[in-house]
């Protein structure tokens, strides 16, 4: 049994028996884990038995077979570093980090590292913590993590003709954005507003946008991102209708 420790996100978790619990970690050096948790929730007469929490920031030892990736790891150790309490404190902040969780463990592998990634995410739970602007801070995790697994669509200009001007709409299929002279042959796609389009382009090239970032149009590039990572992960995220709640619930349909 080989013996790893790293710093870890909890993404997921599973009740397996009266006392045990599986867990999936998002971890810096390791990438996705899996992991079963023996005896996690067995209590004794001096220590109460709470589990491990979603979205606790932690360090953690596990075992596991070389050889045998697929196979469960087994959590020997977690030392709790942050349990980020803020994000308790209001229900819009803990769905933002749910949904996050969420695309997360569903579009990373196990076992691939992304230590970038690690720290972007990181740094949304604690920003997500002391802040209202919850939109923002989730759309550019969504393009973070687009661009951590190499499915970043092109923000730049017209995916089909290369044109820099006029880009209204927005096609996961074709993987970026339509100007408005190409998009009447495109069934597969999503309007976006010109400030949407031009947030897009300022951010992937490392400009900020920010001051002219309103309530709308983050609503709107968070629906735009989402419809992507739905066709990605080949459904919809479980959690979007709560980061926005009129968001239209549709994977791959017509524009």
């Given amino acids: 049994m080989q013996l790893s420790r790293d710093q870890a996100v909890v993404l997921r978790r599973l009740d397996y028996s009266e006392t045990s619990q599986v867990l999936v970690f998002f971890t810096r050096e390791h990438g996705k884990v899996r992991a079963i948790a023996k005896g996690i929730r067995r209590g004794t007469k001096t220590r109460f038995a709470a589990g491990i929490d979603l979205l606790e920031i ?13 196979a469960l790891a087994t959590l020997t150790e977690w030392k709790q570093a942050n349990s980020l309490p803020g994000l308790r404190q209001s229900l819009m902040r803990i769905q933002a ?9 569903a579009l990373t592998e196990d076992w691939d590292p992304h230590a ?3 720290d972007v995410l990181v740094d949304f739970l604690l920003r997500l913590c002391e802040t209202a602007g919850v939109h923002e801070l989730v759309v550019r995790y969504q393009l973070a993590l687009l661009e951590a697994i190499g499915s970043l669509p092109r923000f ?3 995916v089909l003709c290369g044109r820099e001007s006029d880009l209204t709409f927005f096609s996961s299929f074709e993987g970026g954005l339509i100007c408005r002279h190409c998009e009447p042959g495109q069934v597969e796609k999503r309007e976006l507003t010109p400030a949407s389009a031009s947030i897009l382009r300022a951010w992937t090239a490392g400009e900020d946008a920010s001051p002219g970032v309103d309530e709308a149009s983050m609503t709107g590039l968070f629906s735009a991102l989402n419809y992507h990572l739905a066709h990605l992960m080949g459904r919809e995220p479980m959690l979007a209708s709560k980061v926005v709640p009129t968001l239209v619930q549709r994977t791959l349909g017509p524009g």
């Fill in 58 to 70: 932690g360090r953690i030892v596990f075992s596991s077979r070389g050889e045998r990736r697929e």
């Fill in 116 to 118: 970038e990634l690690f």
């Fill in 156 to 158: 730049d200009a017209c």
């Fill in 97 to 105: 980090a749910q949904y996050a969780a969420e695309v997360t463990a």
